[in-house]
């Protein structure tokens, strides 16, 4: 047994779920998973539409569901009265606070009034005035690599670039980079009292944010949140934490791990990084192509109530798994769903999921990765990744790699 | 059963037979119709499947709900004539209702 996991004997198959469903995938410490998050999936994909784990997506509870049709991930998503988000991601109650994270946990109707003065905030027009910034921060942070011959992706680009920016927008202190990447890898990664520490740490520091903004307002999110209105009143202190809380958590992890799936798919496929040098043109599409590819968030919910799904029994308080990746991976849907194709015509994917919780930040990742693509194909070497180096994924709800060697002469 | 006509940003015109009861993002989707990305699948989070509605018919549509006009501020380009696809249901009214996909959806 693995240190922090259930022990065998704790896990336990209710007896609605058919033992033919039963699949014993655990999303902590599954090999395969690690070694190809993405070719894991579509081997669940093939060992059927609906199956049970025992074991737990969440830090504590019973097994959970995963489905695996394209129709049937997008009817529970389009479902959220009865599957739920609430309660799904409880960080603040782990450290005996009440807030929860807003807006990903919070359920109709409560939902599309957060979502109403958040998208605002993250509108394509207001993100579009970043891009001259971003562009900078790509070739500030690329630059001084290239005379190296080689780099760590991940700790190199991957994760000062999106947070970097992130923390500018936020108004967070840039040189303290370093521990709120260790905050976040704590809270979403880690389990046991080092992840409670880092919940408290992050929650102590935001606290302290917004309390300095209030009486020095500032030109950031944390001040632009703090005179938001909702319902004509401004949100309480608890509100202010799960939004700083979940915009933190969000914004610090999902470019940095789709970057690291994008550079290793291009190191591997010289071809694709060539074309991209060739016409830069495509980047636009490249971008889609690979977010489709490369989903890296597998997300989840809970069922109010008893339903039935694809001709499955779900019983009320049941997790469910949402692998993104089989929707954009769907050979049912997707010509050639393993090949990348930049020129793809209307490149439907779920990378930024799908229903009432689909990704307020799209408009700001899709400019970072895009930034990210024309940076390293324009000023720096073609690069490869070492042959011997396997890449390996941690991670539950958001796969990212480990780390990535990059190579160029 | 109702027509809908949808001018593609490349300038392709598309007359599609529309079902009523679908909204025009699904005939949209339904028929293969051009530059309509859809990505949350009508649940007014994206803001992904923007058109403008031809002047002529803007004013005979049931008028946006409050959480659309809040969306439509989020799509790429919003003009007076702008409208989210999933929310315009078809019905036999709206035979011969045209609109036109934008450019870009994001």
């Known amino acids: 047994m693995t240190a922090g996991s259930s022990p065998q004997s704790e896990l336990r198959i209710p007896p609605h779920v058919s033992l033919d469903r039963v699949v014993w995938f655990d999303f902590r410490h599954d090999a395969g998973l690690h070694a190809d998050p993405h070719a894991r999936l579509e081997e669940l994909r093939r060992a059927g539409p609906a199956l049970f784990t025992p074991h737990s997506r969440a830090l504590t509870g019973p097994g959970t569901w995963i489905f695996t049709s394209s129709a049937a991930i997008r009817a529970i998503f389009q479902d959220p009265e009865t599957f739920a988000s609430g309660g799904v991601r409880p960080f603040g109650q782990l450290i005996g606070d009440s807030w929860p994270l807003i807006p990903i946990d919070i359920d109709p109707p409560d939902h599309a009034r957060y979502r109403r003065v958040l998208n605002p905030m993250f509108s394509p027009a207001r993100m579009a005035q970043l891009e001259p910034a971003i562009a900078r921060r790509a070739a500030e942070i690329a630059g001084p690599l290239i005379a190296r011959g080689d780099c760590e992706f991940i700790a190199d680009f991957a994760q000062p670039f999106p947070v970097s920016i992130f923390l500018e927008l936020f108004g967070l202190p840039l040189e303290r980079l370093r521990d709120f990447i260790g905050f976040n890898e704590a809270i979403l990664k880690g389990e046991g009292e080092a992840q409670v520490a880092a919940i408290r740490g992050l929650r102590d520091l935001l606290r302290e944010e917004i309390l300095r903004r209030r009486k020095q307002p500032s030109e950031d999110l944390l001040s632009e949140l703090l005179t938001a209105r909702i319902d004509g009143r401004a949100f309480d202190d608890d509100e202010l934490t799960g939004l700083a809380v979940t915009l933190f958590l969000a914004g610090l992890d999902t470019v940095t791990s789709t970057l690291g799936y994008m550079f290793l798919y291009l190191a591997q496929a010289q071809s694709a990084q060539s074309l991209l040098r060739d016409k830069p043109e495509l980047i636009g599409g490249a971008v889609e192509e690979l977010l489709r590819m490369f989903n890296v968030v597998m997300t989840a919910r809970r069922a109010t109530r008893d339903t039935v799904i694809d001709g499955v029994e779900i019983r009320k308080g049941d997790n469910v798994a949402l692998p993104t990746s089989l929707i954009s991976r769907d050979p049912a849907e997707v010509e050639s769903p393993d090949e990348a194709d930049f020129m793809r015509v209307d490149n439907r994917h779920s990378a930024f999921g799908y229903g009432i919780h689909r990704c307020l930040g799209s408009h700001l990742a899709r400019r970072e990765l895009g930034a990210a693509l024309r940076c390293w194909t324009s000023t720096m070497p073609p690069f490869t990744k070492p042959a011997q180096v396997r890449p390996v994924s941690t991670g539950i709800g958001v796969f990212s790699l480990a780390r990535l060697d990059l190579t160029w002469a | ?106």
């Open chain 2, 1 to 106: 059963m109702p027509i809908i006509t949808y001018t593609q940003d490349d300038g392709t015109v598309r007359r599609v037979d529309a079902a009523a009861g679908l909204t025009v993002m699904e005939v949209a989707l339904q028929q293969g119709v051009s530059g309509i990305a859809a990505d949350c699948g009508g649940a007014l989070s994206c803001a992904t499947c923007h058109v403008y509605v031809a002047p002529d018919w803007f004013d005979r549509l049931v008028p946006a709900s409050e959480d659309e006009l809040a969306m439509l501020e989020f799509t790429f380009d919003p003009q007076p004539n702008s409208r989210l696809s999933c929310q315009i249901e078809i019905v036999p009214a709206l035979d011969g209702l045209e609109v036109a996909v934008p450019a870009r959806q994001f």
